[in-house]
């Protein structure tokens, strides 16, 4: 029986890049970087409230998991920012917001009130876009 998701890929343009983002810029911290034979990079993230949680920070290189061919087509729908989506929990959107427009980050839509909560939206520096939210009590 399955008891809980561990990983999640976001697929961006450039790890190094990445890496930077999440880390500087939303405060997360390395979980894993590692080589997995030559070319492959096993890069993960994670919150401090989430440590069993990994983001998988993953290029769309041909190799092991795409062919070439796969991995131009999901550089294309990258570039057009649709691909990626999350939702990311935060005690204060508002301020949260603040601090993470101070450090450059590049928000779609400013803090509103929504049904389920306050929300914002922004995005990283490869097109991934992701809702911070601010739950209403209970949810």
């Known amino acids: ?66 062919d070439e061919q796969t991995s131009q087509q999901l550089r294309a729908i990258m570039g057009k920012g649709v691909l990626g989506a999350g939702v990311f929990n935060t005690d204060d959107c508002r301020g949260t917001y603040e601090e993470l427009k101070a450090k450059g980050v590049q928000f779609i839509s400013e803090p509103a009130e929504r049904p389920y909560g306050v929300e914002a939206v922004f995005k990283d520096n490869s097109g991934n876009w992701f809702s911070l939210t601010q739950p209403n009590e209970g949810n």
């Open 1 to 66: 029986m399955i008891r809980k998701m561990s990983h999640a890929t976001i697929f961006v343009n450039n790890q190094n890049e990445a890496l930077e983002f999440y880390r500087d810029k939303l405060g997360f911290r390395v979980h894993t970087d590692a080589m997995v034979g030559e070319d492959f990079r096993w890069l993960t993230m994670c919150t401090n409230d989430d440590p069993d949680f990994e983001i998988i920070l993953m290029e769309p290189k041909p190799g092991m998991l795409m």
